[in-house]
């Protein structure tokens, strides 16, 4: 049972940046895919970002591209999602997953575990 636990999350001007964090219990973290949704009132949840653990390649949903940077640090069980150029859209609660196959899928029901999500309101 892998444990996962998001933070980061908070309150920002349009504009602005954030960095979330998602610091997995795994001891075998470096044998995980790791993927970021995030999911707004009303609407369903969608992914952002993730990255395989095979050559850390990375894939992006096209409403974040040039904007959002997920990276990881496996010496810290921990996955990033360093959010630039921030917009009111962005507002939602933030997720980490991890799934133990390699290749970074857009879809939530091939993840396997899941945090508890991070808040992040941005305003205009």
């Known amino acids: 049972q892998v444990q996962l636990v998001e933070s980061g999350g908070g309150l920002v001007q349009a504009g602005g940046s954030l960095r979330l964090s998602c610091v997995a219990s795994?001891?075998?973290?470096?044998?995980?895919?790791m993927g970021w949704f995030r999911q707004a009132p009303g609407k369903e949840r969608e992914f952002v970002g993730g990255i395989s653990w095979i050559g850390g390649s990375t894939r992006y949903a096209d409403s974040v591209k040039g904007r959002f940077t997920v990276s990881r640090d496996n010496a810290k069980n921990t996955v990033y999602l360093q959010m630039n150029s921030l917009k009111p859209e962005d507002t939602a609660v933030y997720f980490c997953?991890?799934?133990?196959?390699?290749?970074?899928?857009?879809?939530?029901?091939?993840?396997?575990?899941w945090g508890q999500g991070t808040q992040v309101t941005v305003s205009s």
């Open positions: 997953a991890a799934r133990s196959k390699s290749t970074v899928v857009v879809t939530t029901y091939e993840y396997d575990y």
């Open positions: 795994e001891r075998t973290f470096n044998r995980y895919t």
